[in-house]
């Protein structure tokens, strides 16, 4: 089981990225997906989730209205595009999978290696 992460890169504050988190060797349907992030001494944080079928999503308050999360199940893809990007928002972006959507983040059962996303202002 893999979870790749790429996508993320140097970026002026007000600007935009979208993560991309590639999977396989698990039927990726089965999982609830998304993204934390971790900044330098600070602990590993919940970003945003989307459901098995991507009906149902979840943010967290600091990204909420700007960032979007998105899933391809076809091609086994997670996406995040982040939009008025802050200084705030520099840290290094995991993708993760767990089994539970409303419970997410109790039972992570694969990490990605993480991207990192550097804002300046």
């Known amino acids: 089981v893999q979870l790749q992460a790429s996508g993320g890169g140097l970026v002026q504050a007000g600007g935009s990225l979208r993560l991309s988190c590639a999977a396989s060797?698990?039927?990726?349907?089965?999982?609830?997906i998304g993204w934390f992030r971790q900044a330098p001494g600070k602990e590993r944080e919940f970003v945003a989730v989307?459901?098995?079928?991507?009906?149902?999503?979840k943010y967290a308050d600091s990204v909420k209205g700007r960032f979007t999360i998105s899933r391809d199940n076809a091609k086994n893809m997670l996406y995040l595009q982040t939009s008025s990007l802050k200084s705030e928002d520099t840290a290094v972006y995991y993708c993760a999978a767990d089994l539970s959507y409303f419970n997410y983040g109790q039972k992570i059962v694969r990490w990605g290696q993480g991207t990192q996303v550097t804002v300046s202002s």
């Open positions: 060797g698990l039927t990726f349907r089965d999982y609830a």
């Open positions: 989307i459901s098995y079928t991507g009906a149902g999503t």
